[in-house]
């Protein structure tokens, strides 16, 4: 089992920058990506970065270029730099990680992210 906590959330105005954090803790070893998700009220989840140990990130076509996700193996955490924030980036943000075999993803609790305009 791999237990997630996430960090870093908070209220920003428009044009700021936040930085989430994850640690991730227990059957770390298990681990063969990392990423970032979020939901917006009335809306599906949806990926907003992953990262793969010696792949490039992907990110989402609505915040390439102003994301950066990275991943520190040697904490066991995963990092979202957020810039340029704008109101439609305003959701929870969940931390995942997942397994390919057998293919487990977990979750974190989720963190807020608001952005006023």
């Known amino acids: 089992q791999v237990q997630l906590v996430e960090s870093g959330g908070g209220l920003v105005q428009a044009g700021g920058s936040l930085r989430l954090s994850c640690a991730a803790s227990?059957?770390?070893?298990?681990?063969?990506?990392m990423g970032w998700y979020r939901q917006a009220p009335g809306k599906e989840r949806e990926l907003v970065a992953g990262?793969?140990?010696?792949?490039?990130?992907n990110y989402a076509d609505s915040v390439r270029g102003r994301f950066t996700i990275s991943r520190d193996n040697a904490k066991n955490a995963v990092y979202l730099q957020m810039n340029s924030l704008n109101s439609e980036d305003t959701a929870v943000y969940y931390c995942?990680?997942?397994?390919?075999?057998?293919?487990?993803?977990?979750w974190g609790q989720g963190t807020q992210v608001t952005v006023s305009s």
């Open positions: 227990g059957n770390i070893f298990s681990i063969n990506v």
């Open positions: 995942n990680a997942a397994s390919d075999y057998p293919r487990i993803n977990y």
């Open positions: 990262i793969r140990s010696g792949y490039r990130a």
